[in-house]
């Protein structure tokens, strides 16, 4: 379809358009006022129930303890291969990725709990990189809870924090959800709903 | 100090008045007034209609009347931003180095009255009197071009025997834009009606500006309307004093 | 649905909008509300002008070796299993999607809300293929039901009160028919009617926020989720991207994704947003397509002074602030971007001599809201006064030039100007009632159809001056 010679032609017009141009030189990056680990924490909590999602902070032992109170009686739960399994209550019907489990059995399922690559309190933002704890991105999309347990040094603050966090997973080719509360909607009249297509409720637990 | 008046055109033909406060008031603070004869327009009009090369001729112009002025003061907070912030680009849109260089070299010397009294002269109090309810309004090129900030509220709020009332939604523009009014008249009515409501509901007897542009077409709406309140511009105000109220 | 083409001049496709009270009175609710939601949510950083600064820095040094990013880019993506397109203009664009659906066997597609699809009328195009296209964004859904255009880059539907799409649902939604107007059950009957597309259509499409060369990563921007199941669950994506939407460096993304979300849905960050490079074995589409879209851009990047323009992230912050979108809502901007960038955006990407598009530089009274809004800094009203007279380059002499030419005359020097205004003076009497015009023949009459005009005075300010002089003298 000729495709190259709309590449050269594109790029021609590219380079006559900007022959002689200097690209300026970029500023630092404005630093932020660092917050002590305990205000960082505080604030990834202010942001994150901000959003309306819940909150939790337990210690390592009452992990499967907040996990079960966030399924709320769910029972058809995705659990990620790497998770680990003393994050999760007994008596589950747990729904393992292997073999893949099909979008209709994704839809089946009522909740999924994950692991995070990282997390930034300044905007209450949670990175999934899909590691093993977490799984492929289909598994946190279709289930409608997604509880996430995040230990407290994966925290970081600011946005720049979590990117340059992320560099070495960006660069092996790993695909990235950055998840800030629940699914939303402010299209009509600009009223938010909670809840459209993404995971209606997200629930998060913070790991001590 | 000796203060280059540039009354501009809009003043110099409809609000003589305004010009006459002005030299009235930088007198009183012990300023020697100068005001060239030759002067005109700064070409915002020009500039802003799309006519480059008519603009330029009267930016040059304006390079001549003032290349050796210790300040030029201007009662008009939208051709002091014409000069500071556009005479360079049109200056680099004709291509003219040396133009960009003189006009680089003017702008800053050039201020609009109300920052040229507050943040170039510190003064605040300039001991005027004026009996009335007045609302203000901050035009947008002194407010988001100049930078003027709170200049004309400071030096409103020192003005003896006035009552100053605060306007609702104050920032957001009347409308005039030059030949917007006139290009697009639906629109700039639309917004003009806005604003000349909020003005009548905060009761005062006098919308005041920096700007006669934009308190002609605040004042033609109010007048359309026959609501009894009008337009001062803020030098008529701060010139007027118990023993002579200007406005 | 006509692209960027705007079918009429702005002034009058205003006029018709402005006339309409419950349109002026929804976007007045609308966009005051967001600007007030978005000082709050900028105020919170105290370093936003420094972001602002590194953000259009940023930018601009993309810009500046174009060519080398978009080849590095290129070359990232293929290297993790992704095809690389170039389309020169709208029509290619169309015809590489239509084709790739086409090797698929696909009559029917899903779509992320993009609306450099909507630019280059992608959902028609595809429609004459006979390729349906449904929009999952719920904005973009209410608009397609309702053979409509969108309004607002942020909230295509911003034009549409509850009531309409309540009618709307109930009329076009299979299954629905008793929904109230409560726009949480709204939402919900769009999440039944695509929760099924969602999870299986073969094939997708969508636009990019930004691409990152080096790794050759492609970003999606949203807050329903429709994005992510659309980027996750079918086999096939498309992607169309603007040229400028190329980033350098991973770590640049950093600054966007703090100027982006306070700027647009005036959050701290939106609720979701997809990152990833080509294909990912195991997980996502196993093909993935990106087009890399001209279509008028390079024209702007010419444009020393038009250049700026390229920078833009479409927050659509500029809209919200603007007094003349406040007033005439996106439809009378006739093009698929509104407000201050689409008025100078639209006829840079059609070139001047577009008729109705070059009346788009008028939109505005150059208040300069819109710059101060920018999260990238483009110095929207300079680009305007630019515009204007790039436009009337094109229309040669006119009656309005050739009075323009007159009053520069009369102002090139004091004596001139002093005599001009004798000759008003005289011409204005018979027009003049008690001190003020109330009608103005020919092109000024606008001015008079809802304001009076203050007569000129009997003496100006330099005739008082040199009567003062030589009283003084």
Same mark, same amino acid.
């Given at each position: 379809m000729g495709n190259a010679e709309a590449r050269l032609e594109v790029l021609t017009r590219i380079n006559r358009? #900007?022959? %002689? #141009?200097? &690209?300026?030189?970029?500023?630092?990056?404005?630093?932020?006022?660092?917050?002590?680990?305990?205000?960082?924490? !505080?604030?990834?909590?202010? !942001?994150?129930?901000?959003?309306?999602?819940?909150?939790?902070? #337990?210690?390592?032992?009452?992990?499967? %303890?907040?996990?079960?109170?966030?399924?709320?009686g769910a029972e058809r739960v995705v659990v990620p291969a790497g998770l680990n399994p003393a994050f999760l209550p007994t008596g589950l019907h747990e729904l393992h990725d292997d073999p893949p489990l099909s979008h209709a059995g994704l839809?089946?399922?009522? &909740?999924?709990?994950? %692991?995070?690559? #990282?997390?930034?309190?300044?905007? %209450?933002?949670?990175?999934?990189?899909h590691g093993v704890d977490q799984g492929r991105r289909a598994l946190t999309l279709i289930p409608d809870l997604h509880i996430c347990v995040i230990r407290a040094e994966q925290i970081v603050q600011s946005v720049l924090d979590g990117v340059q966090r992320m560099e070495g997973s960006v660069g092996a080719g790993r695909p990235l959800t950055w998840i800030s509360g629940g699914s939303a909607t402010s299209d009509i009249e600009l009223v938010r709903v909670e809840g459209v297509h993404g995971p209606r409720r997200l629930c998060v637990v913070v790991l001590d | 100090?000796?203060?280059?008046?540039?009354?501009?055109? @809009?003043?110099? +033909?409809?609000?003589?008045?305004?010009?006459?406060?002005?030299?009235?008031?930088?007198?009183?603070?012990?300023?020697?007034?100068?005001?060239? +004869?030759?002067?005109?327009?700064?070409?915002?009009?020009?500039?802003?209609?799309? =006519?480059?090369?008519?603009?330029?001729?009267?930016?040059?112009?304006? @390079?001549?009347? =003032?290349?050796?002025?210790? *300040? *030029?003061?201007?009662?008009?907070?939208?051709?002091?931003?014409?000069?500071?912030?556009? =005479?360079?680009?049109?200056?680099?849109?004709?291509?003219?180095?040396?133009?960009?260089?003189? *006009?680089?070299?003017?702008?800053?010397?050039? =201020?609009?009255?109300?920052?040229?009294?507050?943040?170039?002269?510190? @003064?605040?109090?300039v001991g005027a009197y004026y009996p009335h309810r007045v609302t203000y309004h901050p035009t947008c090129h002194a407010m988001r071009v100049l930078r003027v900030g709170d200049a004309p509220l400071r030096l409103l709020r020192n003005v003896r025997g006035m009552t100053l009332l605060e306007l609702e939604g104050a920032e957001e523009c009347c409308g005039f834009g030059g030949t917007f009014s006139v290009k697009n008249p639906d629109v700039s009515a639309a917004m003009l009606a806005d604003k000349t409501r909020h003005v009548l509901d905060t009761g005062a007897e006098v919308c005041t500006a920096g700007d006669n542009s934009c308190l002609l077409h605040i004042g033609g709406g109010l007048h359309r309307l026959r609501s009894g309140a009008g337009? @001062?511009?803020l030098a008529e105000i701060l010139a007027s004093t118990e023993e002579e109220v200007f406005a | 649905m006509s692209g960027l083409h705007p079918p009429k001049p702005f002034p009058e496709a205003a006029r018709d909008k402005v006339s309409q009270p419950q349109l002026r009175a929804n976007l007045r609710k609308v966009t005051h509300t967001i600007r007030e939601k978005r000082l709050r949510a900028v105020g919170e950083v105290p370093h936003w002008e420094e972001l602002r600064v590194l953000g259009e820095a940023t930018k601009d040094a993309t810009l500046a070796n174009l060519s080398d990013r978009l080849l590095q880019l290129e070359a990232s993506v293929k290297a993790r299993g992704g095809q690389v397109h170039w389309a020169r203009d709208a029509a290619e664009a169309r015809e590489l999607v239509a084709r790739i659906a086409e090797s698929h066997g696909v009559d029917e597609l899903i779509k992320v809300k993009s609306i450099t699809s909507d630019e280059i009328e992608l959902n028609a195009g595809l429609a004459e293929r006979g390729i349906h296209?449904?929009?999952?964004?719920?904005?973009?859904?209410?608009?397609?039901?309702?053979?409509?255009?969108?309004?607002?880059?942020?909230?295509?539907?911003?034009? $549409?009160? /509850?009531a309409e799409i309540q009618a709307l649902f109930n009329r076009e939604l299979p299954g629905e028919g008793n929904l109230s107007d409560a726009p949480a059950e709204l939402a919900g009957a769009a999440r039944r009617y695509l929760r099924h597309k969602f999870l299986t259509t073969k094939m997708a499409v969508s636009g990019v926020n930004f691409a990152v060369a080096e790794t050759g990563t492609v970003?999606?921007?949203?807050?329903?989720?429709?994005? $992510?199941?659309?980027?996750?669950?079918?086999?096939?994506?498309?992607?169309?991207?603007?040229?400028?939407?190329?980033?350098? /460096?991973?770590?640049?993304?950093?600054?966007?994704m703090e100027l982006l979300p306070r700027s647009s849905t005036a959050e701290r960050m939106n609720p979701y947003t997809s990152f990833w490079s080509g294909v990912t074995p195991g997980d996502g589409p196993q093909e993935f397509h990106l087009i890399l879209l001209d279509n008028g851009r390079t024209d702007v990047l010419a444009d020393a002074t038009g250049r700026?323009?390229? /920078?833009?992230? $479409?927050?659509?912050?500029?809209?919200?602030?603007?007094?003349?979108?406040? /007033?005439?809502?996106?439809?009378?901007?006739?093009?698929?971007?509104?407000?201050?960038?689409g008025a100078i955006l639209t006829p840079q990407l059609l070139g001047m001599a577009d008729k109705n598009a070059n009346t788009l530089p008028g939109a505005s009274s150059l208040c300069g809201a819109c710059f101060d809004a920018c999260p990238v800094r483009i110095n929207i009203p300079q680009v305007l006064i630019y515009l204007r007279g790039e436009a009337n380059e094109e229309k040669g002499v006119t009656a309005e030039a050739l009075a323009m030419g007159a009053v520069g005359y009369a102002m090139s020097s004091g004596w001139r100007f002093e005599g001009a205004l004798k000759l008003a003076r005289a011409g204005q009497g018979p027009l003049v009632r008690g001190g003020e015009i109330t009608a103005l023949p020919g092109l000024l009459g606008g001015w008079t159809q809802s304001r009076d005009l203050k007569a000129v005075p009997p003496q100006s300010f330099r005739e008082w001056w040199r009567q003062r002089e030589g009283a003084d003298g």
């Open positions: 358009a #900007v022959a %002689g #141009v200097q &690209a300026p030189a970029l500023p630092a990056y404005p630093q932020c006022e660092r917050l002590e680990r305990e205000a960082m924490l !505080r604030q990834f909590q202010d !942001r994150i129930e901000d959003y309306r999602a819940s909150f939790q902070r #337990v210690a390592q032992t009452e992990v499967a %303890g907040a996990v079960a109170l966030a399924l709320a839809d089946r399922a009522e &909740a999924v709990v994950t %692991g995070c690559a #990282v997390a930034i309190s300044e905007t %209450g933002t949670i990175i999934l990189d | 100090m000796n203060v280059d008046l540039f009354i501009t055109c @809009v003043n110099d +033909a409809m609000f003589p008045r305004t010009g006459q406060a002005t030299v009235r008031l930088l007198e009183r603070l012990g300023h020697e007034v100068r005001f060239n +004869a030759n002067q005109t327009c700064c070409g915002q009009m020009h500039l802003n209609t799309g =006519y480059r090369e008519g603009a330029l001729k009267l930016i040059r112009k304006f @390079v001549d009347d =003032y290349r050796d002025a210790e *300040v *030029v003061v201007m009662p008009s907070g939208s051709c002091a931003a014409m000069v500071r912030e556009l =005479y360079p680009e049109a200056a680099r849109w004709g291509g003219d180095t040396e133009l960009l260089r003189e *006009v680089e070299d003017l702008a800053p010397r050039v =201020y609009e009255l109300s920052e040229f009294l507050v943040n170039r002269l510190g @003064v605040e109090d337009t @001062v511009h | 296209a449904i929009e999952t964004d719920l904005a973009e859904l209410i608009v397609q039901l309702s053979h409509d255009t969108p309004s607002h880059i942020l909230v295509p539907a911003i034009h $549409r009160n /509850r970003c999606v921007v949203e807050s329903e989720g429709n994005g $992510r199941m659309c980027l996750t669950l079918p086999e096939v994506l498309v992607s169309v991207m603007g040229i400028e939407k190329v980033l350098e /460096r991973w770590e640049d993304l950093a600054v966007f700026q323009t390229l /920078r833009c992230i $479409r927050c659509s912050a500029c809209l919200n602030v603007c007094p003349v979108y406040e /007033r005439t809502g996106g439809h009378a901007y006739g093009s698929v971007y509104p407000g201050p960038i």
